[in-house]
Each structure stands twice: as C-alpha cells, then as structure tokens.
C-alpha cells in the first residue's frame, strides 16, 4: 500500500510540477500531499469499476516507478527526499503493526480468530471480492457469483444499494493483502497496520522545510515514527480492531490524517481544502458513517482558520472547495451513504450492544473516552485507572493547544465532540457510544501527536513530550493486556490452518454437508459462517440439515435445512469441539482432521448420508440425546438401491405400552415398540427426512428422580448408517 499510494503520488507530483506553474507554487511537499490524496481516490473509484487484480498492478507499477523517480533525483530535493521519508516511516511502521496484530490474533497457530464481535467475516469477504470483482456491481451478480444472497441477507454487504458501504476498506484491505498467498482472515485483518500510512501522511507538511537538507533522517524523525504507532495503537483503533469493526479502523487512520492536515499551516490554502475535502470523501468510501465526522472535522478546520484570518471569503471559498472535493471522490456513492444513514440507524437502534459510558451518573467521564477506550464484553468495560489517565491525557491536550495556538480547534472539537456525546446519552444510544469512541478516539490522539510533534521542536520540552508518549503508550498496552485475555478465551471457536486447507480441498461445482450436531455457541456459528464463505467463494456449494433452533450465524437464514436441496453430496464438513462429537458419523476414516474438525469423501456423490435434524441436543463423544421427536435428514444417491436405515436407539422409560410413529417425508412409513432398540426401514433414492415421534410425554431425569439434569430426553441415538442392496424385510 505504501508502495502504490506514495510511490504512484510521487510520479504525479513530479509530472504536475513540471507542468503546472500552480504546484510549483504550492510547494513540493503540498504538492506531494495533494498528489497522495487524489491517488487514493482514484484507486478506491478504480477497483469500484474494474477488479483488484487489474487496478492493483497498475498502481504498483506507477508506485515502482515514482519509487525509482525519488531515489533518482536523491535527498537534494525536497519532494523525492520527502517521498522516501513518508515511504520509509509508512513501512517501518506498517511492518511493526502488522507483525503486533497477526501476534494479538496468534496468526501462526490460527487461520481464524476472531475478537469481540462476528463483523470480520463481512470485511474478509469483501476483500477477497475486491480482489476479483468490481465493487460496483448489482447485488444480483454478487448473489449469482457466490450464492450468498444479497446485501443483508446475512453474510455479505457487498453491492449497489447495499444498506452500509464499505467498498474502500474492501478495496484497501485486499491491496494490502495481495501478495501474501491465500491470505486468511486473520491475515487479512492485520493490513490494518498498513493503515499507518496515513498518519505519517498526515505528519508530513509538519515536517516540511527539513527536506532537501544534508540530513537524510531530519529532526523529529524519531518522535514522528513513534507517534505514528502509538496513533495507530491508542484505544479507540485497538477497540476498533479488536471488535471486528475494521472499516471503522480504516476511516479513523484516514480521520487521524485529515486531523493533522487541518492543523498544519500550508502555503496554498486553496490546495489545502482539496485535500481535505478529497480526503473526507475517501473516509466515506473506506466507512460510509465516518463520512460526517470526517466533514465534521474539515469544515472546524475551515472555520478556524476563517476565524484566525476573519475572512469571510476563506470561510465561504474553503466550504465550497472542501465540499466539491468529497463528493467528486464520492461520486455515485454520495447518494447511497445519504440513503444508508437512516437505514443503518433503525436497525441498529432496535438492538442492544455494551456500554458504559452512556450508563454513569456523571457525563464527565466522556472527557477520558477518546483516551481510555473501551472493551467491548471486559468486566469493567473502562478501568478506572484509564479514566484518571484519560482526563489527565485530555487536560494535557488542552495546555498544549493553548501553547501551540490552537486553542481554537481544540475547542472546536471539544464543543463537536459533546454535541455527539449528548445525543447519545440523551438518546441511551447504545450502538452509538463504542462507535463515537472508534471515530472520535483517533481524532483526538492525532490532535495530542500533532501538539507533541510541535512541542518537541522547544528547548527543554522532551521529557514532557516523552512522559505524555508513555502515558498514551501505557494506555494501550494496558487496553492490549486485557483484550488478550477475551481473545485467548475465544480460541476455541478459531479456525486451525489445517481446517483452511480441508476447506480448500472440494472443487468448483461440489456440494460439502457441513455437519453441526457437535458444536454449540460460538463455536458453532463462528467456524459455519466462515466455512460457507470461504466454500462459496471458491464456487464450492454448502448444504445444512435443518436444526430447527433459532439463527444465529449469519449464514443460518441463507442456508439451515439446504439439505433438502443436495443434488450429489460430494464432501462431509464434520466441526468438532472438545467433550462432543458428531450425531452420525458416516462409516469411513476422514482424509483430514483434527480436533476441531474431520473432513470426509462422499466419493463424488457415491455414498448415502444421514444427517441429524431437529430435536437433538449437542452430541456428546459416543452418542446423542434427542428431546423428543426428532429428525434425521438423509441422501441415498441413485447407484445406492434397496437402501436401509437402521437406527441404534437407547430410550429413557419407556411406558409399557409406549410406541414410536416413524414418518418419511410426512407420510407414515411405520410403528415399533417403545422398548425397541433398532429402528430399521427402506429409503427411497434422493433426499429424504425421516422423523420419530414417541406417543408419551418425554420427561427429565430429574423429573424421573434420575438425576439433576433438566433436559427433556426421549432417546440416546449411537448409530445411524444407511446400507445399500439390503432387500426389503417382509411385511409382518
């Protein structure tokens, strides 16, 4: 990313100095920084039109070239030494972040863990599809590609009309991401740290006039690099990251540089509102929300600078400019983020999502949030000690604008910041408070690392600078300590390397069964959501039995009781989870597993199956427990004749007289005893569902006075198998 953003800006600046008497005015690094915004602007409107791996190359290309451009002309001029400088830092940077996040996750060991939330499979997938496809396509292309529905029908927000956009996290994302091979979920969050990029764009023209010096690492080098992790790194990016939100991460690092830019005096202010507005409008693309705080801040930024000059002309001139900048890069997508807005908000309003802030006596502590964060499921959400540091953060903010005059922003920010603050807590806005925290978090941790980059200039002043750094890096680290603790506890429901590979295994035009019955909770939504995308993405066709309990992964609505369906079941999907197993396992050894899945060959369509359906309870190691009647969901593909099933069953007190119906498909195929420990009857070939339905009222062993447990059990199932060339018994 460092690469085709500042790279291909570098060729551009040089082509428009050479060409434009303007630029040459505006001076090389503006220039540059102008350059850099309408290159991002262009990528992200380009792979909305064309896929990733036409845009992408074409990009690096340009990038290698401005590369090689800049070491050309060498650090004797201001533009190429400034070029390498951004490039060098960006990099450095991005690596480092990179490397702490795939850690944060424990990438080496797992293809797929996820944090707090269940949103990366969205962002995932979106990336893979920026990679492939245009962004700016019908939803019935995307529905038709990959057989997932359409936009939010549960498991993707890609496509026009698409109720959120976040086509330029997609597009960033699979950028960054495009040489690693087979990039897996988890690498494909850690191209977050990509996203330092933008702060170290952002710190730039702070920089400038100590290029094109004799000093290749100018003064400042060293606090502006460590500013750029700790901006990439402060709690409302980590919160960010952590919950999955990773669109909001990428406009926050975009806001974080739209924050720095509007601190920093620059000699062409005209220019200056370009880049700004440009720059709101790619915050949008990247997070379609983040588009009003975005303006929000580019128009403080207008006003302040009106104000400071008491010109009514740079405040009507600069909106103008600013607001024709971000709906240029917004084009189409301006009035998709308009109609969005309150769609987004009505669905959101009508669930309930953790809190703290909204929920204390005292509005003050909203002073500490953009500094202390929040945890999203922690006990606390906020330590107390992060608030006490937050304010004194917050206070040390407001010193530090007075000194460096600009009081005016901070103030500014401050008045916007409450007027949010007090919408959400009037409105108990819930879904708005981690949100406010994820926007406005970076926004203020830019503006404290622009006052710190400043205040280093000063004689005498580094050890307040140093101990302000420590304070902000102490945040995180803290916030980072107690995250780690939520995600090891979700290592369970992570997907192994060898699960990825199983995945991989089935070809286009296959269909897998994706057996369930062993997994419950998270671990069960998580690993089905992630295994149907990655299947269907690859043309690869998932199919469910139905379990008859409510959705809850976001693949469940699409495809629970898709069975039904199967054409040729080529593969068995069997997820696992310590202390269960499967309902039925099928009779052969799998070719992959391991203990949190087993992958088994149907033999392209050869063998039968049966499948558990409704009525079960989680399988335990070597058997089932069912609560009453119950279903079994079979194939018996056409080489299989004179198929049979024979069901192993173990009941609990049955009544003497007691009796099971069995029904194939509705209709009544037979009646066996209650004490019966086999049921045995002909399948037809295709797909059937089989139920068996005791005629007394099923009780709990503790009911019975058996034992403590309060699960209704009609029945322990150990074996189903289904058998071809069995004759048909005779009739009794």
């Known amino acids: 990313m460092c690469l085709a953003v500042i790279g291909s800006s570098t060729l551009l600046a040089v082509a428009g100095i050479r060409v434009s008497p303007h630029l040459r005015r505006i001076g090389p690094v503006q220039a540059l920084l102008l350059a850099s915004v309408c290159v991002l602007a262009l990528l992200m409107n380009a792979n909305a039109w064309l896929p990733g791996y036409v845009v992408f190359p074409c990009f690096l290309i340009s990038g290698a070239v401005g590369a090689l451009v800049a070491l ?153 690099f460590l500013l750029a992790v700790l901006c990439m790194l402060g709690t409302g990016m980590m919160l960010a990251v952590v919950n999955e939100n990773i669109g909001t991460a990428m406009a926050g690092a975009l806001l974080m540089m739209i924050v720095l830019w509007a601190l920093t005096p620059m000699q062409s202010l005209g220019a200056k509102w370009i880049m ?123 010193w530090l604008s007075i000194r460096e005059g600009r009081w005016r922003f901070f103030v500014g920010l401050l008045a916007a910041s409450m007027v949010l603050v007090a919408y959400v807590q009037s409105h108990g806005y819930q879904y708005g408070e981690h949100k406010l925290v994820q926007v406005l978090g970076p926004a203020w941790v830019a503006l404290l690392s622009w006052l710190l980059l400043r205040h280093a200039r000063r004689r005498g002043r580094t050890g307040v600078v140093l101990l302000l750094m420590a304070t902000l890096g102490a945040l995180s680290a803290a916030y980072a300590v107690r995250s780690r603790s939520i995600l090891v506890s979700h290592v369970p429901s992570g997907i192994t390397h060898a699960l990825s590979e199983a995945i991989r295994l089935p070809q286009k035009g296959d269909e897998v069964v994706i057996d369930t019955s062993g997994v419950n909770g998270p671990e069960r939504y998580v690993k089905q959501d992630f295994a149907v995308l990655e299947l269907h993405r690859r043309g690869v066709r998932a199919r469910i039995a139905d379990r008859g309990d409510a959705p809850v992964g976001y693949s469940d609505a699409l495809f629970n009781d898709s069975l039904r369906a199967a054409e040729s079941p080529d593969w068995l999907l069997v997820l696992r989870q310590p202390g269960t197993g499967p309902a039925l396992p099928p009779g052969t050894a799998p070719l992959l597993e391991d203990p949190t899945f087993a992958l088994f060959s149907l033999q392209s369509g050869q063998l039968p199956l049966a499948q558990a359906g409704t009525g079960w309870h989680t399988c335990e190691q070597d058997h089932c427990w069912t609560r009453g009647a119950f279903s079994l969901e079979t194939f018996v593909p056409k080489g299989c004749a004179d198929a049979r099933l024979q069901v192993d069953l173990d009941l609990l007190q049955p009544p003497a007289e007691g009796r099971i119906h069995v029904t194939v498909n509705g209709v009544e195929a037979a009646t066996v005893d209650g004490h019966q420990g086999e049921v045995s009857l002909s399948l037809a070939g295709g797909s059937s569902v089989v139920v068996l339905a005791p005629d007394w009222p099923v009780a709990s062993p503790q009911a019975l006075g058996l034992s403590t447990d309060p699960r209704p059990l009609f029945a322990s199932v150990s074996h189903a198998r289904i058998s071809c060339g069995v004759p048909a018994e005779p009739a009794e």
């Not at 850690?103 to 962002?123: C, I, K, P, Q, Y």
């Not at 029908?153 to 960033?172: D, E, H, K, P, T």
């Not at 929300?289 to 600078?305: D, F, N, P, R, Y």
């Not at 405040?315 to 400019?321: A, E, T």
């Open 72 to 224: 050309r002309r060498g650090f004797a001029d201001p533009l190429a030494h400034a070029s390498i400088w951004a490039f060098t830092i960006s990099l450095l940077a991005g690596v480092l972040l990179v490397a702490w996040w795939n850690l944060m996750f424990a990438s080496r060991h797992l293809w797929m863990l996820e944090g707090t939330n269940h949103d990366l499979v969205f962002f995932y997938g979106g990336a893979k599809w920026a990679m492939q496809h245009p962004l700016w396509v019908e939803q019935a292309t995307v529905a038709r590609e990959w057989a997932l529905g359409q936009c939010g029908q549960g498991m993707q927000f890609i496509g026009n009309g698409c109720i959120v956009q976040r086509n330029g996290a997609y597009s960033l994302l699979a950028l960054a991401s495009s040489f690693v091979p087979e990039a897996g979920p988890n690498q494909v969050r850690a191209m977050i740290g990509t996203a330092a990029l933008f702060p170290v764009l952002g710190m730039l023209p702070s920089m400038a006039g100590r290029f094109g010096g004799a000093r290749r690492w100018p003064r400042g080098t060293a606090v502006a």
């Open 276 to 398: 700004l507005g440009a720059a709101a409008g790619c915050t949008g693309m990247a997070y379609g929300e983040a588009a009003v705080h975005a303006c929000m801040i580019v128009a403080l930024a207008v006003l302040v600078t009106a104000m400071w000059l008491r010109s009514w002309r740079v405040f009507l001139l600069g909106g103008l400019l600013a607001m024709l900048a971000c709906a240029i890069v917004l084009n189409r997508m301006l009035p998709e983020l308009m109609a969005s807005y309150a769609q987004v908000s009505g669905i959101v309003a009508q669930s309930s999502w953790p809190s703290w802030y909204i929920r204390q006596p005292f509005w003050g502590w909203w002073l500490s949030a953009p500094f202390a964060g929040l945890l999203m499921t922690g006990e606390p959400a906020v330590n107390p000690e992060a608030i006490m540091l937050g304010l004194v953060l917050m206070v040390s903010t407001a």
